[in-house]
Nanobody, 123 residues
Framework: QVQLVESGGGLVQAGGSLRLSCAAS????????MGWFRQAPGKEREFVGA????????QYADSVKGRFTISRDYAKNMVYLQMNSLKAEDTAVYYC????????????????WGQGTQVTVSS
């Protein structure tokens, strides 16, 4: 079992930055692909980005590419989502997720999920 807890959400003006954190506990963190997803009001949850278990590979949704960066700290069992140049359309609840195996954008492939953290971008 892996437990995930997100933090760092809040209210920010358009053009600003936030860094979300995901604390992982439980089984071997380093063997898991870590993903970030988000769900805006009235919309389905969507893929934001993910990082491989080795940290050597990342993938991002086109909507955030060049603005968001995922990183992981193995010593602290943490994953981060650095969000820059935020837009109103980035407003959503952001979820951290984990899976073993290959990096994928498919959310049903992720076995473990956090409770989510709200990000609100004011225009």
């Amino acid at each position: 079992q892996v437990q995930l807890v997100e933090s760092g959400g809040g209210l920010v003006q358009a053009g600003g930055s936030l860094r979300l954190s995901c604390a992982a506990s439980g089984r071997t963190f380093s063997s898991y692909v870590m993903g970030w997803f988000r769900q805006a009001p009235g919309k389905e949850r969507e893929f934001v980005g993910a990082i491989t278990w080795s940290g050597g590979g990342t993938q991002y949704a086109d909507s955030v590419k060049g603005r968001f960066t995922i990183s992981r700290d193995y010593a602290k069992n943490m994953v981060y989502l650095q969000m820059n140049s935020l837009k109103a359309e980035d407003t959503a609840v952001y979820y951290c997720a984990a899976r073993q195996g290959r990096l994928t954008v498919v959310q049903r492939a992720y076995d473990y999920w956090g409770q989510g953290t709200q990000v609100t971008v004011s225009s």
